[in-house]
């Protein structure tokens, strides 16, 4: 059973720090992973999606890395600004099933 | 495009009584999906349409909750009766494609309170 874990749960950092996000996964047998941004009393933003056999997608100042076989993948946000301030959460899409599984999320604070 | 679009944002109902959740998929997704978030825990997958066919319901907590996609374009959750331990974010999602190629677009979800 794939079970999706985030570390931390809660950062805050100043403003212009680089940082990064952590999540693991149990079942390395998945067709992708993505992460995605959810504001308060908001939807879910899918940010980045990486397929099973990608390494690594960048967009913009963000930078997510899969490295399947350990069951981890990283979110890298460059210079954090307030803006970047919400719940980042990854889910994995585990191969033979149409159904992501979500981490708890880490909760970002970015102050200015 | 217009993105997923779900009514009501919020609801309170009293345990017993029944509140029927409505989502609207980007125009042209087949894959529409159904997930919960309760307090302090993580989003959870309910079930999936692939158009007007449940592909996956495994995660329907029982059945007292009932999904459909008449013609596969919007859906319905109802939960009847409602409980306590129903209250929660009901978000619902929507795919072009199922599995690997196609990211998942959210709507801003259902709060749902039962009292």
């Known amino acids: 059973k794939q079970e999706v874990t985030q570390i931390p749960a809660a950062l805050s950092v100043p403003e212009g720090e680089n940082l990064v996000l952590n999540c693991s996964f149990t079942?390395?047998?998945?067709?992708?992973l993505q992460w995605f941004r959810q504001d308060p009393g908001k939807g879910l933003t899918s940010l980045l999606l990486?397929?099973?056999?990608?390494r690594e997608q960048t967009s913009g100042r963000l930078n997510a890395s899969l490295d399947k076989s350990s069951g981890r993948s990283t979110l890298y946000i460059a210079a954090s600004q307030p803006g970047d301030s919400a719940t980042y959460l990854c889910?994995?899409?585990?191969?033979?099933?149409?159904?992501?599984?979500f981490g708890t999320g880490t909760r970002l604070k970015v102050l200015a | 495009e217009a993105g997923v679009t779900q009514f009501p944002s919020h609801s309170v109902i009293e345990k017993g009584q029944t509140v029927t959740l409505r989502c609207d998929p980007i125009?042209?997704?087949?894959?529409l999906y159904w997930y919960r978030r309760v307090m302090g825990k993580e989003i959870k997958f309910l079930l999936h349409?692939?158009?007007?066919?449940?592909?996956?319901e495994s995660g329907m907590p029982n059945n007292r909750f009932l999904a459909e996609r008449t013609g596969g374009t919007y859906s319905t959750l109802k939960v009847q009766p409602a409980e306590l331990e129903d209250s929660g974010v009901y978000f619902c999602?929507?795919?072009?494609?199922?599995?690997?190629?196609?990211?998942?677009?959210f709507g801003n979800g259902t709060r749902l309170t039962v009292t």
């Open positions: 999602a929507s795919s072009r494609q199922q599995g690997a190629g196609s990211p998942l677009h």
């Open positions: 079942d390395s047998a998945i067709y992708n």
């Open positions: 990486i397929q099973s056999s990608q």
């Open positions: 889910a994995v899409l585990t191969s033979g099933t149409y159904k992501y599984i």
């Open positions: 125009s042209g997704h087949d894959n």
């Open positions: 349409f692939v158009k007007e066919s449940k592909q996956d």
